[in-house]
């Protein structure tokens, strides 16, 4: 806590000490901020990524977010939230709550070697990328197969230096000039293209993609609509660690799902039963359960990174680390890292359940 303020607070990284904000407040949650030495004087700003609201139907959702306006379809990818910026020369990476992450700063350390980040902030020295972390990360072990070992950046939002987003149209245009992964874009569509549309989903929803980020021309306007692959996903997946979960968290993804096969006339009948499969293989089988946890795997140059990482995780859940040895990744040497955040109110829950204790309803 800030003794100034105690919505912020004051963290420290590798000498750099930062405040961040703890709620929406003036500023966004996970905004962060650099004072000069005496404290006095705030020297840089990285705001805080806003929410995206969501739609559960994607067509009355458009029109009455856009109406006859065009927008631009961008794929939606699942890994976590990122903000890489340059501060007193250092290429840094923070998660969305505003922490300074050590494994996303020495990816993002990485990704400057192999490319062209370096001169993007050397040219751009106040502007902030804001992308997707996928593949191999600590906070979303959902990975897609199909890609590469080790951890890969895709931008989806730049903030100027006024700190507000540019355009679509100019990020898309930045980041070709400077070779930047982007998230994939669909096209650029209107409400009169609705069948495209839904054949865009279908087509992600048979990928077991996550769906797609509407956004006007000015970016000003966004919505998000997932696939109910991803949802389907996230009940098989959570279930195990579900009264750790806020109560919300499955009603609104059968709710999803059930509203796109509506929408998308999808056939029934193979989803009750993809629906159903799920929950049941989501549940902890009736013996050997030990307890409920998800299993990460990340790739590390240092050991003391990962230390450092570990120490931010810890703050919030149990972490058990399983294994450690060296791999090649990317070309260079890293440490491979197996980890586990343990849920520990749902491991006693089904424990309790799976010994056959009494409960009261
Ligand atoms: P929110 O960010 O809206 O508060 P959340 O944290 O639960 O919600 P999601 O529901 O997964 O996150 O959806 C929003 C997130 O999607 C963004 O914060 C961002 O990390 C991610 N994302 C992936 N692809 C895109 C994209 N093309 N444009 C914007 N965000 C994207």
Not at 87 to 92: A, D, F, I, N, R
Request: aromatic share 12%; glycine share 8%.
């Amino acid at each position: 806590m800030n003794q100034k303020n105690p919505e912020h607070q004051t963290m420290v990284f590798e000498g750099h000490s930062y405040e961040r904000t703890r709620k929406d407040r003036q500023d966004l949650r996970g905004t962060l901020l650099f004072f000069d030495e005496s404290g006095e004087h705030l020297l840089r700003k990285v705001p805080g990524f806003p929410p995206i609201k969501r739609v559960y139907r994607l067509k009355e959702g458009i029109d009455r977010l856009f109406g006859n306006d065009p927008f631009w379809t961008e794929e939606k990818l699942d890994g976590y939230n990122a903000r890489i910026f340059e501060h007193g020369g250092e290429l840094l990476g923070a998660s969305r709550g505003g922490f300074i992450c050590p494994f996303t700063t020495e990816w993002a350390r990485i990704w400057a070697e192999d490319g062209k980040l370096k001169k993007f902030f050397r040219e751009n020295p106040q502007h902030v990328l804001c992308g997707e972390v996928v593949g191999d990360n600590p906070y979303n072990f959902q990975r897609d197969p199909n890609l590469a070992p080790g951890a890969h950046f895709f931008v989806f939002e730049v903030f100027s230096s006024r700190g507000q987003f540019i355009s679509p149209e100019e990020r898309y245009a930045l980041l070709e000039k400077y070779d930047l992964s982007g998230v994939p874009v669909r096209g650029h569509h209107c409400k009169a293209h609705m069948d495209e549309l839904y054949n865009i989903l279908r087509d992600l929803n048979r990928q077991k993609r996550e769906g797609v980020v509407l956004k006007g021309q000015k970016g000003e306007r966004r919505l998000k609509f997932v696939t109910p692959s991803t949802d389907i996903q996230d009940l098989r997946d959570t279930l195990q660690v579900g009264f750790d979960m806020d109560s919300g968290f499955f009603f609104n993804r059968y709710l999803r799902a059930s509203l796109f096969v509506k929408e998308l006339g999808l056939d029934r009948n193979e989803y009750a039963e993809e629906i159903g499969r799920a929950f049941l293989e989501g549940t902890p089988e009736l013996n050997d359960f030990t307890e409920s946890s998800e299993r990460y795997v990340i790739h590390v140059r240092e050991k003391q990174t990962w230390e450092r990482l570990r120490d931010l995780l810890k703050a919030h859940v149990l972490i058990k680390c399983d294994s450690m040895h060296p791999a090649k990744i990317h070309g260079r040497h890293m440490v491979e890292v197996h980890f586990r955040r343990v849920y520990q109110k749902s491991s006693h829950r089904y424990r309790r359940i799976l010994n056959g204790h009494l409960h009261q309803d």
